[in-house]
């Protein structure tokens, strides 16, 4: 599928547990980030990527890793869930002349 | 530092009514603007842009001008529908990494 996908769309896993969340674009864009969205914060980044084998972290980077061996995708990790991760996770992508930034369709995930 | 200030929500209207929701920013430089609406159950599409002072975007009859003077970007449309509920983000893109700095949303209800 053309676009940017991200995988699982649900998640539900306990505390402590590593989890991953998937991102995958089509349009080889270099840029990608990571934000988290919560009630009251709106979006907030996690961490961004301008090329593959470069990331860099944003506002709220604490409790996640990123890789991004291949341009596109750009996978994020809890090393170690808490509650507090329990949020709505959004991938995006813009490409290097581009203004828009393309969305992925989300991933809920509930840490128990 | 930089940051976007946008109107507080929940916002409902009944439908053909005027909307408006306001918001601000504070950055160096001229930013690009941006307003962004999520519908239930998806992630964030581009609504509109402007991407230097005076600039006006519209899309779908929505309306935002970049007023640099007060450094405000509101979104407007004259007659709102049911089908334009939804979250609104206004955004500015920083000279970094074509990053993306949101407001913390607005949630628009129309009623028929």
């Known amino acids: 599928d053309a676009g940017i996908t991200q995988s699982p769309r649900y998640k539900i896993t306990e505390t402590g547990r590593q989890v991953t969340l998937m991102c995958h674009q089509t349009w080889s864009h270099s840029y990608m980030f990571w934000y988290r969205q919560d009630l009251g914060h709106g979006l907030r980044l996690i961490y961004y990527s301008a090329a593959a084998d470069i990331t860099d972290k944003g506002e709220v980077p604490d409790g996640y890793v990123v890789s991004r061996s291949k341009t596109e995708n750009f996978p994020l990790t809890l090393e170690s869930a808490t509650r507090s991760q329990t949020s709505v996770y959004f991938c995006?992508?813009?490409?290097?002349?581009?203004?828009?930034?393309?969305f992925g369709p989300g991933t809920r995930l509930t840490v128990t | 530092g930089d940051s976007v200030t946008q109107m507080e929500g929940p916002v409902t209207l009944s439908e053909e009514a005027f909307l408006t929701i306001n918001c601000t920013y504070t950055a160096t430089g001229y930013p690009s603007l941006f307003w962004y609406v999520q519908y239930p159950g998806e992630g964030l599409q581009l609504l509109l842009k402007?991407?230097?002072?005076?600039d006006k975007g519209s899309n779908k009859g929505f309306e935002a001008t970049y007023r640099k003077e007060t450094t405000s970007f509101h979104l407007e449309k004259g007659s709102v529908q049911v089908s334009d509920s939804a979250v609104y983000f206004c955004a500015y893109r920083g000279s970094t990494l074509g990053r993306l700095y949101f407001g913390r949303g607005t949630q628009l209800t129309v009623w028929p």
């Open positions: 995006a992508s813009i490409g290097d002349r581009g203004y828009e930034q393309y």
């Open positions: 402007a991407t230097k002072a005076d």
